[in-house]
């Protein structure tokens, strides 16, 4: 069982920046491919950025965030981040992170492993 702990969400101003990390314990995450989610409140769960295993490092990006967020991970633990400029108010949303053995894309039907979210919030 893959255990996945959210971290590095908070409030900010519209332009601004945060860092979430995905980590979980071991190095189980290495041969994982891994994305992070985000669900507004009243709205569903999209896609946002995806990584495959170590094997690769392929990404994905959604529309909504291409040229602002980047995704990246360690190839030594595994762990995976998303870093985030120029923050929108519209980026609010808790952020969650999930693993996968299957595709490394933003379908989170594929995805079987899952965080508990951490809060992001910009203001304008």
């Known amino acids: 069982q893959v255990q996945l702990v959210e971290s590095g969400g908070g409030l900010v101003q519209a332009g601004g920046s945060l860092r979430l990390s995905c980590t979980t314990e071991?190095?189980?995450?290495?041969?994982?491919?891994v994305a992070w989610f985000r669900q507004a409140t009243g709205k569903g769960r999209e896609g946002v950025s995806s990584?495959?295993?170590?094997?690769?490092?392929?990404?994905e990006y959604a529309d909504s965030v291409k040229g602002r967020f980047t995704i990246s991970r360690d190839s030594a633990k595994g762990w995976v981040y998303l870093q985030m400029d120029n923050l929108k108010p519209e980026d609010t949303a808790v952020y969650y992170c999930?693993?996968?053995?299957?595709?490394?894309?933003?379908?989170?039907?594929?995805?079987?492993?899952w965080g508990q979210g951490t809060q992001v919030t910009v203001s304008s």
């Open positions: 990584i495959s295993s170590i094997a690769d490092f392929y990404t």
């Open positions: 071991g190095i189980f995450l290495r041969y994982y491919n």
């Open positions: 999930a693993a996968s053995a299957q595709e490394p894309d933003l379908n989170e039907a594929d995805y079987e492993f």
